[in-house]
């Protein structure tokens, strides 16, 4: 491969030769000099396909909506600094950022905020679908289900008018959906959403509240919660984000893209791993605390064991939002007047690591899983609960995600290739004929 010759108009290329045929490939620049081959035309010309397990080395569209230097440690959405985001916006304001692409003027605000708290509420049918499902069902599995069923109940068609609706119900209803699955597992009645409290302070008390009780909503922890949605908002192309691409790519509507994220986010090695933290240091914790024999458990290439909430495909140094919410948890545990063990030992987990040339040789650093679980942990937020907290902050990041592709001028359905190595080609054997040579 030949880089940095320069096509008619001057712009640069690639050519990749092989056997005997040549491809000349444009490179693609974006806004911070990130550079690409683009290897659209690459099998027309020259019958290769590439092969990228992973996708490490492969970037699956083009996107203006967030940026990540991973060796920098340096997140922006729509040009703003995570840092920035999280100390002076609230979560609305960042979904609409998602959205639009700008921060909104204080009328649009208002109005987006208004329609939100305007829906809500869930259709009196879906107690139904709660009813049939199994008591200690993980409220993630119901989340997926639950946005996927919402499309039962708005069967409109896709036009432009119908998705701004579709917005406002996704964001709308997620939080109480979420509260309900929470509800639904421990048998508690549902509590109905409070149009006078913002997003953070209604999810809290749609958790916490029961209809027989006042619930006064803590004011500093819905900010740590409203946070907590911030930080998670958008994180480029990563494996939910691309599944919610990858499905509406085939024309599926948002909901059912959205639910297939929420299933793809579930997994450990994604944002699964917020739970899998907390379940490691209780672990820890139950051996003696131990930090030291966790970590060489974590490098043994025998042991399938990894330091959960530690490392990251983007990030080669410390992600910037396990930091701003290392500094949330002392906020929280002083607040709430508990000492946190789990924070102890993860603070000393990750001193060590950060030490220990296993780690530093691989780059692999805190990632926003390792001290999100904490948190939750001292906010009361059941261990199931903490990938559904993920869930409510990534929404916007998705939606924004499918509208952006959908509108994208390079639109195609997702359809990767494969190297084929199986069988080569053999005739049928009947049944009667068939026999197994030891
Ligand atoms: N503990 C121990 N070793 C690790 C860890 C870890 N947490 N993470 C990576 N490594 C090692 C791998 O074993 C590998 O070692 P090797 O080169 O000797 O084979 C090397 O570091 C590179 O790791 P990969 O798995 O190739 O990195 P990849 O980019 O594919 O995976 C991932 C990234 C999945 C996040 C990984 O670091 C991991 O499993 N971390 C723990 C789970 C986690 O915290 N996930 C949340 C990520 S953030 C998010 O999704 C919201």
Redesign the pocket.
């Known amino acids: 491969m030949t880089t940095q010759l320069k096509d008619k108009k001057g712009a640069d290329t690639a050519t990749l030769t092989y056997n005997g045929s040549s491809a000349t490939l444009p490179i693609v620049r974006g806004t911070e000099n990130e550079t690409a081959i683009d290897i659209e035309k690459l099998r027309a010309s020259t019958g290769l396909i590439t092969l990228d397990p992973?996708y490490?080395s492969t970037g699956s569209c083009r996107s203006a909506i967030t940026f990540i230097d991973g060796e920098k440690g340096i997140l922006r959405y729509r040009g703003y600094p995570i840092e920035e985001l999280a100390e002076k916006s609230n979560f609305l304001e960042v979904a609409w950022l998602l959205l639009h692409g700008e921060l909104p003027t204080p009328a649009e605000l208002q109005s987006f905020t208004s329609e939100i708290t305007r829906h809500t509420m869930l259709h009196q049918d879906f107690d139904r679908f709660f009813d049939a499902l199994p008591k200690d069902a993980h409220p993630m599995p119901v989340c997926s289900a639950a946005i996927g069923a919402l499309t039962t109940f708005y069967q409109e068609p896709e036009s432009e008018h119908q998705l701004h609706d579709t917005i406002i119900r996704l964001m709308a209803k997620m939080p109480t959906i979420a509260a309900c699955s929470y509800k639904h597992s421990i048998g508690q009645p549902f509590m109905y959403p409070m149009n006078r409290l913002d997003y953070s302070s209604n999810f809290l008390r749609m958790m916490f509240g029961i209809p027989c009780e006042e619930y006064e909503v803590d004011p500093v922890l819905a900010r740590v919660v409203d946070l907590l949605l911030i930080l998670h908002a958008d994180?480029e192309q990563?494996?939910s984000t691309s599944t919610v691409r990858m499905v509406g790519s085939s024309m599926a509507n948002l909901y059912a893209s959205i639910a297939a994220g929420i299933s793809a986010l579930w997994g450990?090695?994604?944002?699964g791993?917020n739970q899998?933290?907390i379940e490691m240091l209780e672990q820890i914790e139950r051996e003696e605390g131990s930090a030291d024999k966790f970590l060489a458990r974590?490098?043994d290439?025998n042991d399938t064991t990894?330091?959960?909430?530690?490392?990251?495909?983007v990030y080669k140094s410390y992600d910037p939002r396990a930091a701003i919410l290392k500094k949330a948890c002392g906020d929280v545990i002083e607040r709430v007047g508990v000492s946190s063990r789990m924070l102890e030992i993860a603070m000393r987990l990750e001193e060590v690591a950060l030490k220990d040339d296993?780690?530093v040789s691989?780059k692999?650093y805190p990632?926003?899983?390792?001290y999100s679980g904490v948190i939750y942990q001292a906010m009361n937020i059941p261990v199931n609960m903490f990938t559904v907290m993920?869930t409510m902050g990534r929404l916007p990041g998705w939606i924004a995600q499918w509208i952006e592709m959908r509108n994208d001028e390079h639109f195609r359905i997702a359809r990767p290739r494969q190297i084929y190595v199986g069988s080569p080609k053999r005739a049928y054997v009947p049944a009667s004929a068939r026999g197994r040579s030891a």
């Open positions: 992973g490490g994180h990563n494996c450990s090695l994604h944002g791993a899998k933290v974590a490098k290439k990894r330091l959960m909430g530690f490392g990251h495909r296993y780690f691989r692999l990632n926003v899983d390792f993920f």
